[in-house]
Each structure stands twice: as C-alpha cells, then as structure tokens.
C-alpha cells in the first residue's frame, strides 16, 4: 500500500487530501510505477478525462500490482481514447440532458438535479464522463434557481437526487442553500444525494459542520458507491457511522466493472463488507455504453453468474438488484437468474439456489 508521510490531523483533514489531490503525471509518478499504456493514457485524456486522486483513495492501492482495482479505476489508460473504444457507446447513453440544464425528469414522480462537474477522484468508468471536460464548476445560484423553479411546478416530483460530479464537495452554505428551496416545496417529500465522498474522500463526514446541514433538512438519504471489498476501510467505516448517527440512511449502488468487481467472490465479498458497516447494498447496475469507457462493460451472463452465486451465500438483505439502464433514457430493468422452470397453470417447477427442482402448486383460496 502507498503511504503519505503527513500528520494524523492532516490525513483526517477533507481539505488537505482534496488540496493535495494527485493530478498530473509527475505527481502520480511519485507513488507508482507507472505502465506505459498509463502513462501515455494520461498525456492523451488530459483536457478531455482528466486525472484526479485523492492521496487516501491513491493510499489504498498496490502499486505493485498492475491489474489493482482501485487502480483500474481512477488511473488513466490509453485505451479509453483509443478509436476500437471510443467509437463505442455515447456520452450521454441515458438523454440525462432535460427541460433545465442540470435536470433531468425521467420518471414523473423524481428529479435528477446535477449541481457540480467537481469530484474528489475521477472514476474512469462514470457515467457522466462527458462532464469532466467542462471544468470543475458548480452550477449558479440563477442555474440552481431556474431547476428549483421548474421542480416546484411539476406537483408529480415527489422525490430530488441530487447528483453531479460530487454535490456534498460544494460549501455548506449553497448545500444548505438547495436543501432550504426544496423543504419549501410541499410535494417534495424524499430527498437524495448521490455521493462517492465516503469511498475518495471519507474525511468530509469527518467534520460536523456538513452533518448539521443536512441533518437540519431530514429526511435525507444518501445513495454511495462502494465497487470492491478494499474500499471498506476503517475510515469508511468512521464516516458512514457519522452519517447513519444523523438518521441519514445509507444505500449503495456500485457498477459492475470488468476487472474490477466481476468476480462472484468479489462481489459476495463487498456486500459482506457492506451490511457489515450497515450500508444497504441496493443496485448492482450493469456498465452503460458510454464513450470512453465501454472497455469496463462485461456480459450480462457474467452479472447474471453473480447474482446466482449470491443467493444462498448471503441474506437477502446483502442481495443488490442487478439492473441495466436502458438507452435514450427508457428506465431501468432489473435482472435475475431464471428461478421458474417451467409453470403449467398453477404449477410450478421452481430451480433453488442449490439447483434442486421443487415442483410447487401456488392457489389462492
Ligand atoms: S465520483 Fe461519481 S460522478 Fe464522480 S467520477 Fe466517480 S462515478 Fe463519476
């Protein structure tokens, strides 16, 4: 593992790792040797996928190995701009793009609302890759206003993610800001952040000062992104324990990745490692065909053999949904291995976890 000689008070500091985030070749050099197709990745993205890492998520990499998860996900390589990938997938695979900038309203009753391009570490794989080339920009109060304004007259929203980039990296102050117009709007009952915060950078619920904004706007949920068992740190651990101490309920979604996360064990490991820190493991989503980084896609036999492998080994409670996001904005499909055999009426021939055929009559009286 990679070591920083820094003070403890340092260390635990949310300012001091996103000040001393490693973001150019030189930096990065420091710390890991780096492969040639890293290195030229890194000269080619710049501008376009830009190079973010913060030293506590660089810390919990093996330099020595060269297929490390944590490094497949944050460190740049040439095959992401390479035309065999590039001519794959969209920017925006699921039309996020809305009837506001930074809003999106897919299904009636919820908002999507992207307030900031900013992200403690850039994953290679996101979604909204097509952001990072815009700069690390926080929406406007005008930008803000316009989406809370079209929120507040569509009676049908019942329920706001707050999205990004990162928006628990903005100040408290615009935080508190959006959180403030939204509790104003009656039918808005469910508020939600997606943040990658407790896995990059788990020092920003560290500090009080977050916690009392959005406990101060309850209820909020978080939805988090944990890929693979290492980034289940003590740290972690410290910061989701804050967060779930504020009555803020903590669910995860994490992205099936190839070398990353593709393996029945792995994945059986993570969601161990999640309910162990009372985080609910909630979506398994398959990689979208986006631009750049369709090289992270694996088969949906590969998803449907871990969803398989899960059953039996862990409680339902630790059993994601394993989704595919459909094209053009269409919606999400959840996926599960076939259980039902074969039906004749109300007979059934179901498949159990241990491949046993139960025939099964199912009548209501
Ligand atoms: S933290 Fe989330 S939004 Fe930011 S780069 Fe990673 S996956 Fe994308």
Redesign the pocket.
Known sequence: MIRFNVSKAEWRSYGWQIRNRIKTLEELSRYVKLLPEEVEGIKRTQGLYPLAITPYYLSLMDPEDPQDPIRLQVIPRAVEVEEEVQKHGEPDALKEEGPVPGLTHRYPDRALMTITTF?????RY???KRIFSQGERARSKEEIDRMIAYIRSHEEIKDVLIS???PLSLGEDKIDYVLRELRKIKHVEIIRFGT?LPV?APQRFLEDRLLDTLERYSPIWINT?FNHSREITELAQEAIDRILRRGIPVNNQSVLLKGVNDEPQEMLKLNRELLRIKVKPQYLFHCDPIKGAVHFRTTVDKGLEIMEYLRGRISGMGIPTYAVDLPGGKGKVPLLPNYVISRQGDRFTFRNYKGELVDYEITEL
């Open positions: 992200c403690a570490s850039y994953c996101c979604m909204r990004g980039g990162d990658r990059l992104h």
